[in-house]
């Protein structure tokens, strides 16, 4: 099987290496359309036997199943080069701003499939999201689940719940990231610990509240019990962290829902 990437912005690139990398797809059966040769020359470094489309139709032409990761402005355009009503191929977008309805109203018998990777695929513990039109087959849908169940979660959502889905798995990495990159910087003014040292720490320790969470062996309220003693310094991090932490993570939710336009969160 073929698999068509039309654009390779850092997204794309993120995701196309993380199957690379594993094998879930091989490089020879990557085809590879940019209108920025340098995106191009950086995958062919490590994969030289990626093959390389002159332009979107012939990408498209050649692919089995075609991945349009270009910017949101640029799908519908995109779409437009190559597809026609006896389009067969299944299309599979990168864009959680253009819903499915929109892609079926304008391409009333496409086979598209909405997909929202997570840069922590790159870590092989991502969770990829999709979201298709009544045309696409299940065996197209168990083509994309099984190449990117290789590196992580793959789940699939309509409607709201899958905007919502969205912000918590492909937006969490950068929420993540800001407050490990908070502690280092809080925790360097205080001249105890390198910074280096404080991502370490707090990193592995995330690693492994994570997986004890995945294996269902404790609630996140089991393992603050377990290590918040009665008066101790955990609790007493706690409580400072109730209020902030609650009202940081509202704005999140309002601020990243309002801007996908959902719904206005009152």
């Not at 949101?72 to 864009?95: A, D, G, M, Q, R």
């Amino acid at each position: 099987m073929k698999y068509t990437f039309i654009g390779l912005g850092n997204m794309a690139q993120s995701m196309l290496h993380s199957l690379l990398r594993i094998q879930a797809i091989l490089p020879e059966e990557v085809i590879v359309y940019s209108r920025t040769e340098a995106s191009i020359e950086n995958i062919r470094k490590v994969y030289p036997n990626i093959i390389e489309a002159k332009s979107v139709q012939e990408a498209a032409y050649q692919g089995d199943m075609i991945f349009v990761c270009v910017y949101t402005h640029f799908v519908i355009e995109t779409l437009e080069k190559f597809y026609h009503e006896n389009f067969e191929k299944p299309i599979v977008y990168i864009s959680p701003s253009i819903p499915l309805e929109a892609i079926e109203e304008k391409f009333p018998r496409i086979k598209a499939t909405m997909l929202i990777p997570s840069v922590s695929s790159q870590g092989g513990n991502g969770v990829t999201l999709y979201s298709s039109t009544k045309n696409v087959l299940s065996e197209h849908k168990e083509v994309f689940r099984s190449i990117f169940g290789r590196v992580g979660l793959v789940k699939e959502y309509y409607g709201k719940e899958m905007f919502l889905a969205t912000i918590l798995s492909s937006c969490m990495p950068a929420f993540i990231a800001r407050i490990i990159e908070t502690f280092e910087k809080v925790g360097d003014d205080l001249k105890i610990l390198e910074p280096e040292e404080i991502r370490e720490i707090v990193s592995s320790t995330s690693v492994g509240v994570s997986n004890l969470l995945l294996s269902r062996e404790r609630t996140p309220r089991e393992i603050q019990e377990m290590v918040a003693t009665k008066g101790g310094i955990t609790e007493k991090g706690l409580l400072a962290m109730e209020r902030p932490v609650s009202e940081m993570v509202d704005a999140i939710y309002r601020a990243t829902l309002e801007k996908l336009g959902v719904f206005n969160v009152k």
